[in-house]
């Protein structure tokens, strides 16, 4: 079993959707919690950086921790084209250095 | 330049050949990542720099690969009788904090990206 698992997709959904993406994880060591999104043929860029449990706000992004249930969400509101890529959640143990654990990451495309 | 740099960006090889990749992080960046990505899934750690200093390499898969950052900036992955399997994109990212900082934040170059026939 990965420590962090990832629905592929793909994930469909028309422009000015809410989109949800969601991650769970196995280790309950892990403190961090990160969202990246990146693009086709391009290195992934972080979107979203939360400490243990609760939300966080950044415009049209909200991230979530639920660390007793060991699952972590992103929400996209008002969706756009521009949306369109592949969003990776990553975790990270204290102590761990910068070493990231990745999920598989989730292909989405916010159509017109 | 502004961002992490990496060259090649597509490199093929035969089986059996040794190739190695570069890595330019942001100038000034003490920490450097190498990070696998095999088609379909998400980046997994290879090895960590703090400068010139090889801190962790615990993620590199075979005595096959080596990472080297011998002035602490410039980084090259080499990979030895390179197989199929070591087919993949291999990202370089940097970061400005050292180890005992934990905020995630990690600068991705666009990855170069290797495949073996």
């Known amino acids: 079993q990965k420590e962090v698992e990832q629905d592929p997709g793909p994930l469909s959904v028309p422009e000015g959707a809410i989109v949800s993406l969601n991650c769970t994880y196995s280790n309950s060591a892990f403190q961090y919690f990160m969202w990246y999104r990146q693009y086709s043929r391009k290195g992934p860029e972080l979107l979203m950086y939360t400490y243990s449990s609760g939300n966080k706000e950044d415009g049209r992004f909200t991230a979530q921790v639920d660390k007793s249930s060991k699952y972590i969400s992103l929400f996209i509101r008002d969706s756009q084209p521009s949306d369109s890529a592949t969003y990776l959640c990553a975790t990270q143990r204290p102590g761990g250095g910068n070493k990231l654990t990745f999920g598989t990451g989730t292909q989405l495309k916010v159509e017109l | ?117």
Do not use: M
């Not at chain 2, 720099?49 to 002035?71: H, I, M, T, V, W």
């Open chain 2, 1 to 117: 330049g502004a961002g992490v740099s990496q060259s090649p960006r597509y490199k093929v090889a035969k089986r059996g050949q040794d190739v190695a990749l570069r890595c330019d992080p942001i100038s000034g960046h003490v920490s450097l990542f190498w990070y696998q990505q095999a088609l379909g899934q998400g980046p997994e750690f290879l090895t960590y720099f703090q400068n010139e200093a090889q801190l962790d390499k615990s993620g590199l898969p075979s005595d096959r690969f080596f990472a080297e950052r011998p002035e602490g900036s410039v980084s090259t992955l080499k990979i030895q009788r390179t197989q199929q399997e070591d087919s993949a994109v291999y990202l370089c990212a940097s970061s400005p904090q050292r180890q005992a900082t934990n905020t995630g934040e990690l600068f991705f170059g666009e990855g170069s990206r290797l495949t073996v026939l």
